[in-house]
């Protein structure tokens, strides 16, 4: 496709997503209490995805993932929670 068939096809959905991005920031903002992990590891993430020039998503998806080769001997919870709380890397 065409850089104009991309936008064409996909620049609302993108928009969409990033003023959910932004509503949902807008939310936490207000919220008290204090953020964690995931929170941070999503700040990251969008601070750095201007300096990504080549395989965004999956450096995105890097950004939540856990680094460590070593499986963890039981899961904290009942299921997943999008990033990692490890150290950043």
Do not use: C, N
């Amino acid at each position: 496709m065409t850089r104009q068939q991309v936008l064409d096809l996909y620049f609302l959905d993108a928009r969409h997503k990033l003023i959910e991005i932004a509503a949902f920031l807008d939310r936490v903002d207000r919220a008290e209490g204090e953020a964690d992990f995931r929170l941070a590891a999503l700040q990251r993430a969008l601070q750095a995805l201007p300096a990504w020039k080549e395989q965004r998503a999956a450096q995105t998806l890097l950004a939540f993932s856990d680094p460590t080769a070593d499986p963890i001997p039981r899961a904290p919870g009942k299921g997943a929670v999008g990033a990692w709380p490890g150290a950043a890397s």
